[in-house]
């Protein structure tokens, strides 16, 4: 069996040589959900111990759009890193640190508090003290996105950066179930949906990013950054052109990366 520790390692070969590998689970089908966590550990681990920051976490999988097409039916929860967060200058470069990278649109959350019990849709609202709308830009080291449930969560759910808009209080942004969101590249509309497209609410996503949590005996600080998951399926990367993400009442976000 594929150790943790030599998993971890070869994904940030392939990270950094930006060469996608093959799943492990094509050679290991034994491999399971609680190996793919136990990779994304270590990964996160080595990432802190280089001197990156842990600023929040990711829902994947949480749209039926999402699970449909990349064949993984469940939710899976990732970390993010100040290295990861977009809009600090430097977004075009985005192209010359990713192999594939793909963008797609996201409903962010701050949390008002610490993370540390489990949320119920009731209790949600509560513990989030701003909302935006975010674009994610994803990137799998396996070629294609070809991957199951224990590939994607050891290489920390194809996490590669993210850009937040302008945050607003929830309370300001309206029903995020019935938001409608619209993701443009170039100008032309590539996917809509509405917010109810993350779990029902995308409220539930953070409820969902709770019980995992307390389930792993992890919690998150407030100020810390969740996004909810893809309310659409993805769209490859493009340079020089514009990919922007708008979601009624939450504002409009846009990615411009230029050639590597
Ligand atoms: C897995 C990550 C999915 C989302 O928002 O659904 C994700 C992938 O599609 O490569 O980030
Ligand atoms: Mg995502």
């Known amino acids: 069996m594929t150790t943790p520790a030599s998993a971890a390692r070869s994904l940030r070969e392939a990270r950094l040589a930006r060469i996608p590998r093959r799943p492990f689970t094509d050679t ?4 399971d959900e609680a190996w793919g966590y136990r990779v994304q550990d270590l990964d996160r681990a080595g990432r802190l111990a280089a001197g990156e920051r842990l600023v929040g976490a990711k829902l994947g999988l949480t749209s039926r759009a999402k699970q449909r097409t990349m064949g993984v039916a ?8 100040d290295a990861m967060q977009l809009g600090t200058g430097d977004d075009e470069r985005v192209l010359g640190r990713t ?3 793909r963008v797609e649109p996201e409903i962010a959350f701050r949390l008002a508090r610490e993370l540390d019990r489990p949320l119920t849709p009731w209790t949600a609202e509560q513990a989030v003290d701003a909302v935006t709308v975010a674009v994610e830009v994803i990137d799998s080291r396996y070629a294609a996105f070809g991957f199951r449930l ?4 050891a290489d920390n759910t194809s996490a590669a950066g993210f850009l937040v808009g302008r945050w607003t209080h929830p309370r300001r942004a309206g029903d995020l179930a019935t938001a409608g969101c619209v993701l443009s590249v170039d100008g032309a509309v590539a996917h809509t949906a509405t917010g109810a497209a993350v779990l029902g609410h995308p409220l539930r996503a953070l409820v969902h990013l709770s019980e995992h949590l307390v389930r792993r005996g992890e919690r998150l600080p407030a100020g810390a950054v969740v996004l909810a998951g893809a309310l659409t399926d993805a769209v490859p990367v493009r340079p020089g052109v514009v990919h922007r993400a708008e ?11 230029a050639d590597r």
């Open 28 to 31: 290991d089908p034994a491999l």
């Open 74 to 81: 469940q939710p899976i929860v990732g970390f993010l890193t």
């Open 99 to 101: 192999a594939q990278p």
């Open 150 to 153: 224990p590939d994607v969560v």
């Open 247 to 257: 979601i009624r009442g939450l504002g409009a976000v846009e990615l411009v990366p």
